[in-house]
């Protein structure tokens, strides 16, 4: 009788232990994902000047945009937001990376064209949670040669005044949304939006049904190769035929178009002399304003 109930519970902690596998692992999918924090993560102002240092760096499994938060998380997003709320005089870009095997991450949900961005707006989430309105937080993102992407983000403060030299800032929200030229064919003005931009043009067609007055404007930009009037003719070309899809689409409220050629960009074209397509691509855009 004794062994009868000895092997009942032996099999029940076979279990357990089973079934907590297959939650953290299947479920999950936790496992293989190590926890290794780098203590890295700092908040700058511009380039040079460190804010915070030393925190740990925030993790995220592969293909997540949902970040595995500890008390030093915890504590680097209160210290942050209490900044931001202290001084109006600068806002805050949050740049999301991306693993090297996340190149071609296909979302659930959201409009977003990649999971860097997504990553930056779950942070961006969490600090309007704290109390910073979500206009000022602008994000970015760049490709990581770090397959366990230990330094996900990156976090800066910027003068929202401008500058000579300062570039512009991508909001990536719902009222300012942009899109890079993955939608066009190379050298081409023909929209043809993927799944995430056609996600986000339903939605406009049915927000912009149900406020009327509201103006949808699109704006071209292109990256600096070519001369200005061509860059400026491919942008308002590219804004024009997005403005048709929408047109297609049933939209029937006021829509503008504009075109910034290469006057506008979001990041260098070149860095140290050095052609850069990452930023190339990146200022290859088209945005999406509602008013």
């Known amino acids: 009788m004794r062994f009868l109930t000895f092997l009942l519970f032996l099999l029940f902690c076979v279990f357990a232990l089973w079934a907590r596998w297959y939650f953290v692992c299947q479920v999950r999918g936790h496992c293989g994902e190590q926890d290794e924090r780098l203590h890295t993560l700092r908040l700058t102002d511009g380039d040079s000047t460190v804010i915070l240092d030393q925190y740990d760096q925030f993790a995220f499994d592969t293909m997540s945009v949902v970040p595995r938060l500890n008390a030093n998380n915890e504590a680097f997003l209160d210290t942050l937001a209490a900044i931001l709320l202290a001084d109006t005089s600068r806002d805050l870009t949050i740049t999301g990376f991306i693993r090297p095997s996340e190149k071609n991450w296909k979302p659930e949900r959201g409009f977003f064209e990649n999971i860097g961005v997504a990553r930056a707006d779950a942070i961006r989430s969490l600090l309007v949670k704290r109390g910073v309105p979500e206009g000022r937080i602008s994000l970015d993102y760049k490709q990581s040669t770090d397959p366990d992407l230990l ?31 993955a939608n066009f064919e190379f050298n081409s003005a023909e929209f043809r939006p993927g799944t995430q931009a056609v996600l986000y043009a339903d939605s406009v067609k049915t927000y912009l ?66 052609d850069s397509p990452e930023n190339r691509q990146k200022n290859r855009r088209v945005n999406f304003i509602i008013e």
């Open 209 to 274: 049904g149900l406020n009327a007055g509201k103006i949808l404007t699109i704006v071209g930009h292109t990256d600096s190769k070519g001369t200005d009037k061509y860059n400026y003719d491919l942008g308002l070309k590219r804004a024009e035929n997005a403005r048709e899809y929408f047109r297609e689409l049933g939209v029937t409220a006021d829509i503008g178009v504009e075109s910034k050629g290469e006057k506008e960009p979001v990041a260098p074209n070149s860095i140290n002399g050095k």
């Open 151 to 181: 330094e996900p983000l990156t976090f800066s403060l910027f003068d929202p005044r401008g500058g000579p030299d300062d570039y512009n800032r991508t909001a990536f929200v719902f009222t300012n949304m942009t899109f890079s030229d």
